[in-house]
């Protein structure tokens, strides 16, 4: 075992450039599973590993670890692995869901997503068990992939299973139906009846795929139809904890971040947003951004959500009971009970939520919002309002910050990044980044604030404590 490491350490060390990072973070999260005495096996698209990893990482492990000791385990060994755990959650019936984060030697950040199971499972139907699955594995360079008869089965499987079978795809199905014909339709006649065993069995034998790529709903319908009446009882246990789940998640979003951008005319907060989500594409499902005030009226009446920027403090306040209806009855409204059906519904869906400018902005600005009500009522509804996860101020001299943007005189420049800087010093969640850099630094830095604070929220959900 210490001669394979070594060498599987010395692959690891060779893979150069940024796909090269991902491999070596893989290759270092196989070697800490199997240091740790859990056997794996990549079931499928492991072709291209280490140097091309085209997606999430669906492997079978054995059991006896659940995902608070996988995560520590994988936390412990974050320096063999070179990255860190920044998300996990359990899906299926039985298997994890962990999201790693390293660096490439560009500093930029990759992301590395292990799709973890103890069991081979599609939509919470179970097909195989994974000991049968670890039982016949086999060396495949520096890891473990499945015999050749029972990838073909888990790979069919998938691809009737998602109704999705491209050239590429069936060529790989024919290329392992090839190396044990007889194994590989036994595997197909496990799962279909005797007609779609037959369909399934001469287009994996001849390579031709198109008749069943016209039938790929209905020889669906038949695979979840019998892996559902062959263990009545898993099929709908596994329907009543993925509902649990999705119920849980709704309720509490556990995927999702919610970060909020302040900072005074010229801090590049728009900027910087387009950078961040750019970077951090592949740590979240979906990515969103929302300005203040929120457009919610805009888009009722269709009119432009975001209209060409006056000058910030070019039109007189609303009059105090304007003002004071608006606050109550719009920004107030929108961040609690609107709050929702916004951000927290776009949370559950795993979304990285950027806030350009947010209510907390009147606190500093109110003029350019022309707000002529009482300051009192506006820090009562920020105390009120539901708080971001992150509120990250962009910092720069007023010297800098006039240098790009005069839309108001000097002074007003420096009480505005005075206040910004007393606000967000006093929140618990709030994090100054100096914004007087190059866009790549500021972004680089943003970034790495949203991964530490992933990283520390999982930790702790977790409960393996707070630091990393």
């Not at 069995?201 to 038949?222: C, D, K, Q, T, Y």
């Not at 009970?337 to 951000?343: A, D, P, S």
């Not at 902005?361 to 009522?377: E, M």
């Not at 618990?428 to 850099?437: C, H, K, P, Y």
Request: aromatic letters at 8%; glycine letters at 10%.
């Amino acid at each position: 075992m210490q001669s394979s490491s070594a060498h599987h350490e010395g692959q690891t060390r060779a893979l150069p450039g940024e796909e090269g990072a991902r491999g070596r973070a893989l290759l270092g999260a196989f070697e800490t599973l199997e240091r740790a005495g859990i056997r794996y096996c990549v079931l499928h698209g492991y072709e291209g590993y280490p140097q091309k990893i085209k997606s999430d990482v669906d492997c079978i492990i054995s059991g006896g670890l659940g995902l608070r000791q996988l995560v520590a385990l994988l936390r412990e060994n974050r320096a063999r692995i070179g990255a860190e755990v920044i998300g996990a959650g359990t899906v299926r019936w039985r298997g994890y869901y962990i999201v790693l984060a390293g660096k490439n030697e560009d500093s930029s950040p990759y992301f590395l997503e292990l799709d973890l199971s103890l069991d081979h499972e599609l939509g919470d139907l179970p097909f195989y068990a994974g000991s049968e699955v670890l039982e016949g594995r086999r060396r495949h360079h520096q890891f473990w992939a499945p015999a050749a008869p029972i990838e073909f089965g888990c790979y069919l499987i998938k691809k009737v299973a998602k109704g999705r079978l491209d050239e590429e795809q069936g060529q790989r199905l024919s290329n392992l139906y090839q190396q044990a014909p007889a194994d590989c339709r036994q595997q197909v006649a496990r799962f279909w009846g005797a007609r779609s065993t037959e369909l399934l069995a001469s287009a994996a034998s001849s390579g031709n795929w198109e008749a069943v790529r016209r039938l790929l709903a209905p020889l669906g319908a038949e695979l979840r139809r019998r892996a559902t009446l062959r263990r009545p009882w898993r099929a709908l246990g596994g329907w009543l904890c993925r509902l649990g789940r999705r119920v849980r998640k709704g309720c509490r979003p556990e995927g999702g971040l919610d970060v909020v951008l302040l900072g005074p005319d010229g801090a590049g907060k728009s900027s910087v947003i387009r950078a961040v989500s750019q970077k951090l594409t592949g740590a979240f499902a979906r990515k969103a951004c929302y300005r203040f005030p929120p457009g919610v009226l805009s888009r009722l009446l269709r009119r432009p959500e975001y209209p060409p920027e006056m000058a910030p403090h070019g039109s007189p306040p609303r009059s105090f009971l304007a003002s004071v209806a608006r606050a109550c009855g719009y920004w107030f409204i929108y961040y609690t009970l609107g709050y929702y059906v916004t951000v927290h519904l776009a949370l559950a869906r795993d979304t990285l939520v950027l806030h350009d400018r947010h209510l907390v902005d009147a606190l500093v600005d109110p003029l350019r919002y022309r707000y002529g009500g009482p300051a009192w009522l506006l820090r009562l509804l920020w105390r009120l309002a539901r708080k971001p996860d992150l509120v990250v101020l962009l910092d720069a001299p007023p010297e800098v910050l006039q240098a790009r943007k005069q839309e108001v005189p000097f002074e007003e420049t420096a009480r505005q990044r005075e206040a910004y800087r007393a606000l967000v010093g006093a929140m618990g969640n709030g994090r100054v980044v100096d914004a007087g850099r190059p866009l790549e630094q500021v972004a680089g830095d943003v970034t790495d604030l949203v991964l530490r604070h992933l990283g520390t929220r999982n930790a702790r959900r977790l409960g393996l404590g707070g630091n990393a």
